[in-house]
Every structure is written in C-alpha cells, then in structure tokens.
C-alpha cells in the first residue's frame, strides 16, 4: 500500500522528520463539514508539530497565522472550512520551502535548539536502563522515573510492567525475567518513535 505522504526528507533529525510528516498529513486534511471541534483538533496539532521544530526549519512556516485565538469558534462552519483550507495551504507552502532548503540537508546542520520530543526522553531512558541493567546497576529510580514520564502513551503498559517484574523478590527463572525485561525496553524504545510530535 503506497503511504499519502509524498516527500522525502533528507534531514538528519528524525523527531524534525516525524513532525515534518505530521505536518504533510495534516496540510491534506480538509475540514470535513467545518466541525467545530475538528478544526480545533486540526489547528491544535499543527501548533504542536511547528512549536517542536528547530528555528532553521520553522522559519519557513508563518507560524503565527496558527494563533487564531477563538476564529474558528465565532465563524460558521463555512468559515471553519475555508479558515482551514487556507492553513493547510500554508502549511503544504512551509513544507515546500523547507523541502527546497539545501542547508537543512548538510550534514553540518544545526537542530540544537529544538524542543526534546517526549520521544526522546523516553529512548533515553531506556538506554540508560539497559545500560544500568548491563553494569549491574540498580535501575529501579529509572523505571520509575520511566512510569511516570511515559503515563498516557503506548510506552506505559511496559514501563509498568517493567516496574512490576523488578519488584518481585523471586523468579523461578532468572533467565526468562532478563529476557522479558529486555523485550519490554526494546518495545518502550520503538514506541517512542511514535512520541515525537509531544514534549
């Protein structure tokens, strides 16, 4: 099955690239029949991906004109409509652009002063898990620092999960514990992936 997004991005900033495809797929949706609360979920998700974006590549988005304070609660649904079909048109022109920015391709490019992506946080974790794990290191701290970050995502089942195997005093099987351990911190970290549209 051929995915909806067309562009390919040669940025070397995977949570930049994740929020970049965020953006493409939301400058093709359309405002159904101009659902007060669609458009506000609209608009709401473009804000997010643009405020996540480094100064270098956000700057080829008019940012502002997605500040539109209660515009679309005062307007029709007609203008719900035409108010988001005039911001996807800004959003596919901002992609355009940043598509066409060869600076943003060197390998010397600079992202630094982008938002950490909840995404992100989160692999860290994991890899300081694993990392604690494989030098004998008490990780319980982590896993609970895990738990907490990861609440109300995908990544939580695990981290709990993870909490409850630590917690137990004794296993039949030391081997099988390590083994589930690890798939639960390989699975946090690929669903973290998923994570690089929030903070």
């Known amino acids: ?65 997605f500040y539109i304070g209660d515009d679309h609660v005062r307007c029709s649904n ?42 992100e946080k989160i692999e860290n974790l994991c890899v300081e898990i694993n990392f604690g794990i494989s030098n004998g290191r008490s990780i319980e701290g982590l896993v609970a620092k895990l738990e907490r970050v990861s609440a109300g995502t995908d990544v939580a089942y695990d981290a709990r999960t993870l909490g409850k195997l630590l917690r137990q005093k004794r296993s039949r099987d030391y081997h099988a514990k390590m083994a589930q351990i690890h798939v639960l911190i390989e699975h946090a970290r690929i669903c973290a992936h998923n994570l690089y549209h929030r903070t």
Do not use: Y
């Not at 900033?13 to 659902?35: F, I, M």
């Open 78 to 119: 007609e203008g719900r409509r035409s108010l988001w079909m005039e911001l996807a048109s800004k959003l596919s022109q901002g992609l355009d652009k940043v598509e066409n920015d060869t600076s943003l391709m060197s390998s010397g490019a600079d992202f630094s002063d982008r938002k950490r992506t909840l995404g």
């Open 1 to 65: 099955m051929k995915s909806t997004l067309e562009r390919c991005w040669k940025i070397q900033d995977r949570p930049t690239v994740a929020n970049l495809d965020v953006l493409e797929h939301l400058s093709k949706q359309n405002c159904g029949n101009g659902d007060f609360r669609l458009c506000d979920a609209l608009v709401t998700a473009a804000i997010r991906s643009l405020d996540i974006l480094p100064s270098n590549v956000r700057k080829h988005f008019e940012v502002s004109r």
